[in-house]
């Protein structure tokens, strides 16, 4: 179960990180900044997935040099790993 509920954690947590990459104004990629490494507790363990930090849209916000990793908006209190 514990490998299961990982492959099911990483592939959701892709699947968003891939989706909020887009930008919802212009439908481009936005540009990676770096990835990290974070922890999601589950009920089967703790699940360890790559982290994605986009840069925002240079298009869309000049001028703005600002990251966000998507992965916060639906796990806030994760513990982030170096």
């Known amino acids: 179960m514990e490998a299961l509920q990982n492959a099911v954690v990483n592939h959701e947590a892709e699947t968003y990180s891939l989706y909020r990459r887009v930008c919802p104004h212009c439908h481009t990629f936005r540009t990676v900044k770096d990835y990290t490494a974070r922890r999601i507790r589950t009920v089967f363990g703790t699940v360890r997935v790559r982290n994605p930090r ?23 209190i994760g513990r982030q790993l170096s």
């Open 54 to 76: 986009w840069m925002l849209c240079s298009d869309c916000y000049p001028g703005i040099t600002s990251a966000f990793a998507p992965l916060k908006e639906i796990c806030p």
